[in-house]
């Protein structure tokens, strides 16, 4: 590998529906399988040749860096990048640390979903993201968002409907060109969906369904089926 591709965890939200279990603890810092969300995205990225991660921060982000410290223990480096209170939302969060990320392609994920897409496939699919600044992880609707956002035309990204193929929804994980988010101000409080939107309408951003397992671990309910599974899965397995 000539490229030492970098990833960002983005952990900087409050997770208001998590109530009261963010009061005290950030929710990438929530356990489920006896680990912490955020430690099971970096065991993975770990294991599938990353070794520079940058993580956004915000609500009880000095629990995160104190939790994870400079990544030696997982293999990795760690970087942090601190937002002010009530975060830049996702685009913004990314923007601010484009100077961590460098200028080629880079992985994104978020911190709240657990999922099993292989993340040794970002090295491939960053090599196919030439004129196309994006390319999304899409998933089968969840129940919570039947609806979905997103479908298919082979490799390109339309609206839901736009296209033959079932509707999708974004799974939270990406590979963008830092020149996805050159347009945002530094500092800025900024939605991913408006770049998303933009770059769809053009037919720039491609994608991919992942069939396998996502969760997106939005209430204390669903952390807790979650924790149930993946306890039952190491128990089948030991």
């Not at 952990?11 to 430690?39: N, S």
């Not at 609500?59 to 975060?87: C, D, K, M, V, W």
């Not at 770049?195 to 997106?216: F, M, Y």
Request: net charge negative; proline share 7%.
């Amino acid at each position: 590998m000539t490229y030492a591709m970098k990833a960002m965890i983005l952990a900087a939200g409050r997770g208001e529906r998590m109530r009261p279990l963010t009061d005290t603890t950030p929710k990438p810092l929530l356990h489920a399988g006896g680990k912490p969300l955020i430690v099971w995205h970096l065991e993975r990225l770990a294991a599938s040749g990353f070794r520079d991660i940058v993580i956004n921060h915000s609500h009880l982000g000095e629990q995160i860096e104190a939790t994870l410290g400079n990544g030696n223990r997982f293999g990795l480096n760690i970087l942090y990048s601190p937002e002010p209170a009530g975060a830049l939302e996702t685009a913004g969060g990314i923007a601010q640390a484009l100077p961590f990320l460098g200028s080629q392609p880079f992985l994104v994920v978020n911190g709240d979903v657990w999922c099993d897409w292989d993340f040794s496939q970002a090295h491939k699919r960053m090599h196919a993201l030439t004129g196309h600044p994006a390319h999304l992880v899409l998933v089968d609707n969840p129940p919570q968002h039947a609806g979905g956002d997103f479908s298919l035309d082979g490799e390109t990204v339309r609206y839901a409907g736009e296209s033959t193929g079932p509707t999708l929804t974004y799974a939270g994980t990406g590979i963008f060109s830092p020149d996805f988010f050159a347009a945002v101000p530094a500092g800025a409080v900024m939605k991913m969906r408006p770049l998303l939107d933009a770059g769809i309408a053009k037919g720039l951003v491609t994608g991919e369904r992942h069939p396998g397992i996502w969760v997106d671990v939005g209430t204390p309910e669903r952390l807790a089926e979650l924790d149930r599974e993946l306890k039952a899965k190491e128990f089948a397995l030991s």
